[in-house]
């Protein structure tokens, strides 16, 4: 599986094709902020991972798939902020275990503040579809999707002929 950064590349060199971009990092003197308010808001610390990815582009949407990004902001009548788009589901779910971090199409991506565990939760029944090591993983899982990359368990397909 490839690498974070290397899916990030692959993203922004295809949004390039577009005449498009890739948010820009987060900068240094902004991450202590935002381990505060994170902090504050979610009575939890910010994963280093969460951090990391943040550095490198601070939110990113493709392919039906948004990661929020640090700050709030709406774009094409679209709430791309993590504390924003928190508030609104945590109210719409009744659920302040979660902290969401991302959603596609049919999925949310969250962490279980009570579990400790990152998941992949259907956005409309809330069931657990899914669980990672980290929050790497589930930020790969993201970006492939963005990229249309899926693994597929049908590998054993090839021998049943």
Known sequence: ????????????TDELKYSSSIPDGIK???IDTLKEKFKSKFKVDI????????????????NGYIVYSSYDHIKDEVEY?????????????????YIYFAEGSQDLFAFDSKSLKYELHDRYSFDVHETFQDFDEMIQ???NGMLGIYDDDDDDDENDN
Do not use: H, P
């Not at 690498?3 to 922004?12: F, P």
């Not at 994963?47 to 493709?62: A, E, I, M, P, W």
């Open 1 to 12: 599986m490839a690498n974070i950064l290397e899916l990030i590349l692959k993203i922004k």
């Open 28 to 30: 240094n003197e902004d």
């Open 47 to 62: 994963d280093d991972q969460l951090v990391n990815f943040l550095r490198t582009c601070d939110g990113l949407s493709k």
């Open 81 to 97: 902020g993590l504390f924003k788009n928190n508030e609104l589901w945590q109210k719409y779910t009744g659920e302040v275990q």
């Open 141 to 143: 899982y993201i970006l």
